[in-house]
């Protein structure tokens, strides 16, 4: 699988952005997907995940209610819509996918055997 996440860029407090994430090699609609970042000097933190058909969707607290993932299953392709940005949205946002079916929680980085190649956010205070 290969992953190619585009989107990121320089944005003001406030404002929005939306990230995407292109897959290819595998049947895109067999696996849950997942979106983490990293700041600078920081751990990757989980983000949001969605399942394989979308109809479940998971959030970390620091996002709820400003972030929201998507796909396109038709498409091959994972969203991620920001709004209300923040200084702290700050980071390098990776897509991950599991493809293995993993038995680990979406919400851990252990659960995805695919990661894109970052793409940056810098939201300016």
């Known amino acids: 699988v290969q992953l190619q996440a585009s989107g990121g860029g320089l944005v003001q407090a406030g404002g929005s952005l939306r990230l995407s994430c292109a897959a290819s090699?595998?049947?895109?609609?067999?696996?849950?997907m997942g979106w983490f970042r990293q700041a600078p000097g920081r751990e990757r933190e989980f983000v949001a995940s969605?399942?394989?058909?979308?109809?479940?969707?998971y959030y970390a607290d620091s996002v709820k209610g400003r972030l929201t993932i998507s796909r396109d299953n038709a498409k091959n392709t994972l969203y991620l819509q920001m709004n209300s940005l923040k200084p702290e949205d700050t980071a390098v946002y990776y897509c991950?996918?599991?493809?293995?079916?993993?038995?680990?929680?979406?919400?851990?980085?252990?659960?995805?055997?695919?990661w894109g190649q970052g793409t940056l956010v810098t939201v300016s205070s």
């Open positions: 969605i399942s394989w058909s979308g109809d479940s969707t």
């Open positions: 090699g595998r049947t895109f609609s067999n696996y849950a």
């Open positions: 991950a996918a599991d493809t293995r079916g993993s038995r680990w929680n979406l919400r851990t980085a252990r659960a995805y055997d695919y």
